[in-house]
């Protein structure tokens, strides 16, 4: 059974920074694409940021320069660290795990990041 658990989400000023976690259990971590999506109320999930089984990593602009996705294959997990935080990065954060990037794959629970002002 494929698991993935987020977790360090939370209230947080603007400008100040989280580190989100999300740890993988039932799948072959390294041969996953792990990604991070994000969806804020009343507006379309946004894919964040992404990160191949090698490190290859991609960003979104919104948060280009500001977000670092990272993965430690031995403890199957992916961190997002996120620095200068805005309020409109205020969202629902999901972990997600794909084979390939045309596969839905697999959904973690999301956990809350909220910004204020």
């Known amino acids: 059974q494929v698991q993935l658990v987020e977790s360090g989400g939370g209230l947080v000023q603007a400008g100040g920074s989280l580190r989100l976690s999300c740890g993988a259990s039932?799948?072959?971590?390294?041969?996953?694409?792990m990604g991070w999506y994000r969806q804020a109320p009343g507006k379309q999930r946004e894919l964040v940021a992404t990160?191949?089984?090698?490190?290859?990593?991609s960003y979104s602009d919104s948060v280009k320069g500001r977000y670092t996705i990272s993965r430690d294959n031995a403890a199957n997990t992916v961190y997002l660290q996120m620095n200068s935080l805005k309020p409109e990065d205020t969202a629902v954060y999901y972990c997600?795990?794909?084979?390939?990037?045309?596969?839905?794959?697999?959904w973690g629970q999301g956990t809350q990041v909220t910004v204020s002002s």
């Open positions: 997600t795990a794909r084979i390939n990037y045309n596969t839905n794959g697999y």
């Open positions: 039932g799948i072959t971590f390294s041969n996953y694409i």
């Open positions: 990160i191949s089984g090698g490190g290859a990593t």
